[in-house]
């Protein structure tokens, strides 16, 4: 139980990237003006090109996760899993660190979920 739920909080970190890449790569100069409310309005076209790369590196993030879900091997797949939601937590902290508190709750916390339920999984 405790690692379809591990797997659960993987899926939705995953997906929660993919947003953040189609939002950074694709959405940048609309929609996520919305989103970065705080961000000034006259930056986000300057900015374009180094948001799209930044949402490339999501877009990384998100498919370690999904792979780390496909992976047949029982240990690899909770090694792969580890080590993207460790990625994506030390993303997430420092960016509540240096840009939004709010980034550690969206981010960080779920990684640091999934990474609590897989080293339970495995003591278990």
């Avoid at 890449?21 to 694709?26: D, G, R, Y």
């Avoid at 100069?29 to 961000?39: D, E, G, H």
């Avoid at 496909?70 to 030390?90: H, K």
Wanted: with cysteine.
């Amino acid at each position: 139980m405790i690692l379809f739920v591990a797997k659960i909080i993987i899926a939705v970190v995953a997906l929660l990237h993919f947003y953040f890449l189609w939002l950074e790569m694709f959405a940048w100069t609309t929609k996520a003006k919305k989103v970065f409310r705080k961000f000034p309005e006259d930056l986000f076209e300057p900015t374009k090109t180094l948001a799209a790369n930044q949402g490339l590196y999501n877009g990384f993030l998100a498919a370690g996760l999904v792979w780390s879900l496909i992976i047949q091997d029982p240990n690899w797949q909770v090694y792969v899993a580890l080590f993207f939601l460790g990625c994506v937590a030390v993303a997430g902290i420092y960016g509540a660190l240096t840009v939004s508190k709010k980034i550690f709750t969206v981010q960080a916390l779920p990684a640091l979920l999934g990474i609590a339920l897989l080293l339970i999984h495995q003591m278990l």
